[in-house]
């Protein structure tokens, strides 16, 4: 085994034991403002009327499609209810966003420096990735009074490889607290439970959850604890580990800028929903360090 260059013997022993690990100051509180300024700036310059947000079929199937193709590029997604019966949006759009994603890492210069950094490979090597690579970024609002639940689940579901190695690297851009809807998630549940089912593309429009065992996911959520982290705080997610947050019915918004990454000694499966076009391939945190 590589010695350990970043993370303590006790934090990797935390972390296997949980399948999560709270880093405080990750961040500065200096670079976190940027990021959130960075956000809002994208979010003023996008234009509703590219995304379909309707629930009828055929916009359902745009939607998906719209959803599909921002693996590559910066896209914004609006919160379920941001939406009247008419079509009118109930809140400003500023808060009426869920989330902005996939490819910030990748496209944003002010997200590609904090995203590409020695510190996180030195962390991903800690963990035992040879190759850390990051698939996706996303920036997430949870917005006041509207934030919605976000069910329990594994993010391996949405990013498979075989072995898993898919993991999470959340990062708060503000306090999150059980009042705005900080995570839960459940001790050593990454260890207990079997991947049951993985998300996958049908084609370019559509998507589906396809079964990897007969068993019925049965998590015991009563074992769910908060984790509660301050603005720039860091918690690192096993792909396997279940985890959910509440609503946020407070009148705080709670940021978090999520990055996912997998071991790019392993295959990126084809069935996956997120694909990138052969001009825009993933790449190691070791070739962009290496080419910066
Ligand atoms: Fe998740």
Not at 207 to 233: I, Q
Request: proline letters at 4%; a negative charge; one cysteine or more.
């Amino acid at each position: 085994m590589q010695p350990s260059t970043f993370l303590s013997e006790s934090q990797l022993a935390e972390y296997s034991k949980n399948g999560f690990l709270v880093l405080p100051n990750f961040i500065q509180p200096e670079m976190v403002d940027k990021l959130r300024n960075e956000a809002k700036a994208i979010v003023a310059n996008f234009n509703p009327e590219n995304v379909s947000i309707f629930s009828t079929k055929s916009q359902e199937k745009k939607s998906d499609a719209y959803f599909l193709k921002s693996g590559g590029n910066i896209s914004c997604f609006f919160e379920e209810d941001a939406f009247d019966a008419s079509g009118t949006l109930r809140v400003e759009k500023s808060l009426a966003i869920n989330k902005i994603g996939h490819a910030l890492h990748d496209l944003n210069p002010q997200f590609n420096k904090v995203s590409y950094t020695q510190k996180l490979q030195q962390i991903m090597h800690d963990l035992g990735f040879s190759s850390p690579m990051i698939v996706q970024s996303q920036y997430i609002f949870k917005q006041p009074k509207i934030g919605g639940l976000v069910n329990p689940h594994m993010d391996a579901v949405f990013l498979y490889t075989n072995p898993i190695s898919c993991t999470g690297i959340w990062i708060a851009m503000e306090d999150a607290t059980i009042q705005n809807g900080c995570l839960h998630a459940i001790p050593g549940s990454h260890k207990e439970y079997p991947l049951t089912r993985r998300f996958i593309r049908n084609d370019t429009i559509s998507t589906s959850f396809e079964k990897l065992a007969e068993k019925e996911d049965a998590w015991d959520l009563n074992r769910l604890v908060p984790l509660e982290v301050k603005k720039g705080d860091m918690i690192i997610l096993h792909g396997k580990c279940v985890h959910l947050s509440y609503e946020n019915s407070s009148e705080n918004s709670r940021h978090a800028y999520v990055l996912h990454l997998i071991d790019g000694k392993y295959e990126w499966d084809q069935k996956n929903w997120l694909q990138r076009d052969t001009s825009f391939p993933f790449t190691t945190i070791g070739n962009v360090l290496a080419n910066s």
